[in-house]
T-cell receptor, first 113, second 109 residues
C-alpha cells in the first residue's frame, strides 16, 4: 500500500507570493491533516479535512487555507507569504474515527526569501 | 489547554544501552498517544500507537506505556543501535495531534 505522498518536496518563494502544496493520502483514508514544523514552534496543527469538509482548524491566520477533493487528495494554500512561513509542512492521513493511527508524508520544505 | 512535554531534550548514549524517553501531558481526555521518529529533514515515522484504554504497546525493541491518570507515557528502547539516532516525538490525540518538543537521541558505536 502506497504511503502518504506530498508534492513538491522543496519550494523557494519570495515574500508576498502565494504557494500551493499538495497531499495524497493513503488509499482508503478520508481524513487529511496539515501540520507546520519550525525550529521555534515545533509541530503545530493547521487544519483537518474529512470528506471534503474542514473539520478542525488550528490557530493560524486566514492566509493559510486548504481544501479537499472528492478523491481525498488535499491542497494547502498560503497567500501573501512572509519570512516566518518558512517551514516544513507535513500532511497526515488516517482512517475514519479519532482513535485511528495517523500516517505522515515526507513533507514539503518551504523557504521564503 | 493541552500541553505536552518531553524529557530529556537530548540524549547521547553508547550502543547497547537500554533507554527510557519520557512524555507528559496535562489533560487526560485523549483518544490515544502516538510515538514518532523523525530523521533530520524528513517526515514522521509512526512507531507505536497506544489507545487511551491501553497500558502498553510493544514493537520489536520498542515498548511504550501509558498512564492516562498521571498524564505520562514512556518509550523504552532496548539494546540501542546507531541506527536509532533520530528525534523522538510523542503526540496526544484529542481532535488533533498535539506534539511534544521531542528528544534528540544519538547512539554512538
Amino acid at each position: 500500500k502506497a504511503g502518504v505522498t506530498q508534492t513538491p518536496r522543496y519550494l523557494i518563494k519570495t515574500r508576498g507570493q502565494q504557494v500551493t502544496l499538495s497531499c495524497s493520502p493513503i488509499s482508503g483514508h478520508r481524513s487529511v491533516s496539515w501540520y507546520q514544523q519550525t525550529p521555534g514552534q515545533g509541530l503545530q496543527f493547521l487544519f483537518e479535512y474529512f470528506s471534503e469538509t474542514q473539520r478542525n482548524k488550528g490557530n493560524f491566520p486566514g492566509r493559510f487555507s486548504g481544501r479537499q477533493f472528492s478523491n481525498s487528495r488535499s491542497e494547502m494554500n498560503v497567500s501573501t507569504l512572509e519570512l516566518g512561513d518558512s517551514a516544513l509542512y507535513l500532511c497526515a492521513s488516517r482512517g475514519q474515527g479519532g482513535h485511528y493511527e495517523q500516517y505522515f508524508g515526507p513533507g514539503t520544505r518551504l523557504t521564503v526569501t | 489547554k493541552q500541553e505536552v512535554t518531553q524529557i530529556p531534550a537530548a540524549l547521547s548514549v553508547p550502543e547497547g544501552e537500554n533507554l527510557v524517553l519520557n512524555c507528559s501531558f496535562t489533560d487526560s481526555a485523549i483518544y490515544n498517544l502516538q510515538w514518532f521518529r523523525q530523521d533530520p529533514g524528513k517526515g514522521l515515522t509512526s512507531l507505536l500507537l497506544i489507545q487511551s484504554s491501553q497500558r502498553e504497546q510493544t514493537s520489536g525493541r520498542l515498548n511504550a506505556s501509558l498512564d492516562k491518570s498521571s498524564g505520562r507515557s514512556t518509550l523504552y528502547i532496548a539494546a540501542s543501535q546507531p541506527g536509532d539516532s533520530a528525534t523522538y516525538l510523542c503526540a496526544v490525540n484529542t481532535d488533533k495531534l498535539i506534539f511534544g518538543t521531542g528528544t534528540r537521541l544519538q547512539v554512538f558505536p
